[in-house]
Nanobody, 120 residues
Framework: QVQLVESGGGLVQPGGSLRLSCAAS????????MGWYRQAPGKERELVAT????????????NYADSVKGRFTISRDNAKNTLYLQMNSRKPEDTAVYYC?????????WGQGTQVTISS
């Protein structure tokens, strides 16, 4: 059983930085893909960024949605089983519930989500 718990969301002003975290617990394989997805009101859930792990100490490739390239950075600490999303230059259209995702083998896990609201 795997659990994903997001944190770091809230109400913030446009611009500046915010970091989301996702703590994973349970049986975590050394080879997997973790990612952040988001869902805005009235819209479908969409990919924000993903990052792969190819071993306990080896981080693989990253992938970003065009809308966040150059502004957001995804990273992970395998020793802590924690995923991060550094959000810079926040825009109102970044407002959404952000979900953490873990894909390992054929198993797909989701966190409960954390609300991020960008508003002045």
């Amino acid at each position: 059983q795997v659990q994903l718990v997001e944190s770091g969301g809230g109400l913030v002003q446009p611009g500046g930085s915010l970091r989301l975290s996702c703590a994973a617990s349970g049986i975590i394989f050394s080879i997997n893909t973790m990612g952040w997805y988001r869902q805005a009101p009235g819209k479908e859930r969409e990919l924000v960024a993903t990052i792969t792990s190819i071993g306990i100490t080896s981080i693989g490739s990253t992938n970003y949605a065009d809308s966040v390239k150059g502004r957001f950075t995804i990273s992970r600490d395998n020793a802590k089983n924690t995923l991060y999303l550094q959000m810079n230059s926040r825009k109102p259209e970044d407002t959404a519930v952000y979900y953490c995702n873990l894909l390992q083998g054929r198993l797909n896990y989701w966190g409960q989500g954390t609300q991020v609201t960008i508003s002045s």
